[in-house]
């Protein structure tokens, strides 16, 4: 969350307003790191049957598409909130 903050804020410094789901990929990124990390261990795995491959990586499919959505709702939230905060200290006379 703290990241994706703090990639909002450059963003917004280079006059980038589009922001919104530049946080979402951002923090949802992790759930890609995930799913090479389990195919990596898989392929230590003796695994011998084409049920076996579709089971596992069906199975981390869906775990890291869960991930991608919980973490990168995260992201955006707690981007959204610092956004909102440093907008709502800007005193307008």
């Known amino acids: 969350a703290e990241m994706t903050m703090v990639l909002a804020y450059f963003q917004l410094c280079a006059e980038d307003y589009h ?15 995930v799913f090479l990390y389990s195919a ?11 049920v076996t491959y579709v089971i596992y990586f069906g199975y981390m499919f869906v775990l890291s598409l869960g991930l991608f959505l919980l973490c990168g709702a995260v992201g955006f939230g707690s981007a959204f ?7 709502g200290s800007i005193k307008i006379d």
Not at 40 to 50: D, P, Q, R, T, V
Not at 81 to 87: G, Q, V
Request: hydrophobic share 60%.
């Open 40 to 50: 990596i261990y898989f392929s230590k795995l003796e695994a011998n049957l084409a």
């Open 19 to 33: 922001w919104w789901w530049k946080s979402f990929l951002a923090a949802g990124s992790t759930a890609i790191y």
């Open 81 to 87: 909130w610092f956004i909102k905060t440093i907008y």
